[in-house]
């Protein structure tokens, strides 16, 4: 059973360029969350997906953006890349309800090993 | 609002001696709360979370951690250290446990270090 993919794994950009990083859920999830881990730190919630719709969002601007496909793969769009966007970006996935329970799961996420990305 | 405070960046032990990361939090709500723990070059792995049950945790390897609300803390415990414990530890909190709520607050990290 394959968990959380993502790519690529390191990626250098200059300022200004634009970035797309890529997310394939783990087998039977259905959420795919995103999160920004700059170095010494802990990761910082992006936004979530859920049925193709960002449900929630976190304090970033807009030059973050992203999709998710119907078969619940999502991509990270960072436009105008400024030198503190570097850091590694790490994608979680979830089931939005557990089956045959309307109630949504809280806190059971399950991380890829993250997208380095340098700024220079 | 809520928030994490993971009281130490390092902490150092010998293998085989206890791990003690402490943790609190500040929370609106009655929170969820969890530890991850990240290895070297590795994604994020949940070692165990609390959502309102028992108020003592136990997790993978070995590691518990008790919710005390009265003194707001998390603190993550293990009663003997092995190599393999060295990672990152990253205290985490939700504000509602039953809210669905995948916008979780992570602490800067408490980096464990063990010497052999």
């Known amino acids: 059973d394959a968990g959380v993919t993502q790519s690529p794994t390191h990626l250098i950009k200059t300022r200004g360029q634009q970035v797309t990083l890529r997310c394939s859920p783990k087998?039977?999830?259905?959420?795919v969350s995103w999160y920004q881990q700059a170095l010494g730190q802990g990761p910082q919630f992006i936004f979530q997906y859920y049925e193709e719709e960002e449900r929630q969002r976190g304090n970033f601007p807009d030059r973050f953006s992203g999709h998710q496909f119907p078969n619940y793969s999502s991509e990270l769009n960072v436009n105008a890349l400024l030198l503190g966007d570097s850091a590694l970006y790490l994608c979680?996935?979830?089931?939005?309800?557990?089956?045959?329970?309307?109630?949504?799961?809280?806190?059971?996420?399950?991380f890829g090993e993250g997208s380095r990305l340098t700024v220079l | 609002a809520q928030s994490v405070t993971q009281l130490d960046s390092h902490v150092s032990v010998s293998e085989g001696t206890p791990v003690l990361l402490r943790c609190n939090y500040s929370?609106?709500?009655?929170?969820?709360l969890f530890w991850y723990v990240q290895h070297p070059n590795k994604g994020l792995q949940l070692l165990l979370k609390y959502t309102s049950a028992a108020t003592l945790v136990k997790g993978i390897n070995g590691f518990e951690a008790e919710f005390k609300k009265s003194e707001t803390s998390f603190h993550l415990t293990k009663p003997s250290a092995h190599m393999s414990d060295a990672a990152e530890y990253f205290c985490v909190v939700t504000p509602d446990a039953g809210a669905g709520s995948y916008q979780l607050t992570f602490g800067k990290g408490t980096k464990l270090s063990v010497i052999p």
């Open positions: 087998s039977g999830h259905d959420t």
């Open positions: 979680a996935s979830s089931l939005k309800y557990m089956l045959g329970n309307r109630f949504p799961i809280t806190g059971e996420l399950f």
């Open positions: 929370s609106s709500y009655s929170p969820s």
